[in-house]
């Protein structure tokens, strides 16, 4: 298929990779531009065989470092929010990691509750730490929903604005 492709366009298969960044080849799995340059170009695998984890983020695919799989398999809050939003997991880790500087909404929840936890003045108890972790995590969904319906209204606002142009292009003048 990428041979057909590259043929059709008249460019040599590595080509079709260049630049930088990463290209996703299954939802989970991401391979360098520059390694899939080298595989394509004939070059022993130990010059590309170095598969990285991925997540896809605002339509880019992201390599992650096997530290960065391990936290994202905790998205609890996220996933809770996506499901009560009734939106995919991915839009709310998207918008979170756009919100909070490259961090999930259970990541950013957990980082803001241990400040709290460790900044007291006082020990706390595994209840009053829950109590902190629930008030956080209203909170940043409250922020997190708010941007995902503002960027719904935007979309349709968008859309209706092109209808709208389109319906104009087709009026005719009055003639006079």
Not at 25 to 42: D, I, K, N
Not at 72 to 81: F, P, R, S, T, V
Not at 106 to 111: H, V
Not at 114 to 120: K, M, N, R, S, Y
Request: glycine letters at 8%.
């Amino acid at each position: 298929m990428i041979a057909l492709l590259a043929s059709s366009l008249g460019v040599a298969v590595p080509d079709l990779f260049a630049g930088d960044g990463y290209v996703l080849l299954t939802p989970e799995v991401c391979q360098s531009r520059e390694g899939l340059r080298a595989a394509f170009s004939g070059l022993p695998p130990s010059e590309y065989n170095q598969l990285h984890h991925a997540v896809v983020v605002g339509g880019k695919a992201l390599q992650l470092r096997h530290q960065e799989v391990q936290k994202l398999a905790g998205l609890e809050a996220d996933e809770a929010l996506a499901k009560r939003l009734g939106v995919d997991v991915q839009e709310v880790a998207t918008v979170a990691w756009e919100m909070f500087d490259g961090l999930t909404l259970t990541e950013e929840r957990d980082r803001r509750a241990e400040v709290i936890v460790t900044e007291g003045a006082e020990p706390m108890g595994i209840r009053e730490q829950q109590a902190h972790r629930g008030h956080i995590t209203r909170e940043l969904s409250t922020e997190i929903a708010k941007k995902i319906r503002d960027r719904r209204a935007m979309a349709v606002t968008e859309q209706a604005t092109a209808v709208v142009k389109v319906l104009r292009g087709l009026r005719k003048p009055p003639d006079q």
